[in-house]
């Protein structure tokens, strides 16, 4: 079974902080994807990362892979109000694009 | 186009009890799947389908059954409801080739 393991769970920070979250196996996967969760909604694709070592860049949130294609990070800068939410991190590969989902992190930004 | 569209929003059951959990799409993808999310576990696959006609067993398949007639439908069936049901269900689809899912809003279920 593979696993993926997010941290922090939990993340309170100010309006214009810095934060980033992890995601790690021991698996290597052939994509990674980072959602966002709204209470009562279902998550929605930020990025997809397939590549070892690539970096992308949505904004103020920057994701990476890492070279093993078993981690990966995402990077908020001066995170706003906004940002608040769960946010998963989701590793590829399997048959029918089934994917293995971390815990997830929730990040709330008080103004 | 409505997107994934999953019925009802909340349920509660009783011990015991079956049902059906609808789940649709008009997007024409082939994938189809049920995930389950409790706190703190992100989402866990159940079953999923890569066509209709074909199904297969997720990550925690144990009391539930699917079936795949359709494209457009998925319905996932509780044969007799337990209390560790107690979840949000989510729905999603995608198309082979394509990472991307596309995850309806969730049925809430309790089941006590």
């Known amino acids: 079974t593979q696993l993926l393991e997010q941290s922090p769970q939990f993340l309170s920070i100010q309006e214009g902080e810095n934060l980033t979250v992890y995601c790690n196996s021991s698996?290597?996967?052939?994509?990674l994807q980072w959602y966002r969760q709204e209470p009562g909604e279902g998550p929605v694709l930020l990025v997809t990362?397939?590549?070892?070592?690539e970096v992308k860049k949505l904004k103020r949130l920057t994701f990476q892979f890492g070279d093993a294609r078993k981690d990966s990070s995402l990077h908020i800068t001066a995170a706003q109000p906004g940002d608040t939410g769960l946010y998963l991190c989701?590793?590829?590969?399997?048959?029918?694009?089934?994917?293995?989902f971390g815990g997830g992190t929730r990040l709330m930004v008080k103004p | 186009n409505a997107g994934v569209t999953q019925t009802p929003k909340f349920q509660v059951l009783k011990t015991g009890q079956s049902m059906t959990l609808q789940c649709a799409q008009d997007?024409?993808?082939?994938?189809m799947s049920w995930y389950r999310q409790d706190p703190g576990m992100g989402l866990r696959l159940i079953h999923y389908?890569?066509?209709?006609?074909?199904?297969d067993q997720g990550e925690v398949p144990n009391g539930y059954n699917v079936s795949r007639s359709t494209t457009e439908d998925f319905p996932l069936r509780l044969l007799s409801a337990a209390p560790s049901q107690t979840s949000v269900y989510f729905c999603?689809?995608?198309?082979?080739?394509?990472?991307?899912?596309?995850f309806g809003p969730g049925t809430r279920l309790t089941v006590t």
């Open positions: 999603a689809t995608s198309s082979p080739g394509s990472y991307e899912q596309y």
């Open positions: 698996s290597v996967f052939s994509s």
């Open positions: 990362v397939v590549t070892g070592g």
């Open positions: 989701a590793g590829g590969g399997n048959a029918g694009n089934m994917l293995t």
């Open positions: 997007m024409n993808h082939e994938y």
């Open positions: 389908s890569v066509g209709a006609g074909i199904t």
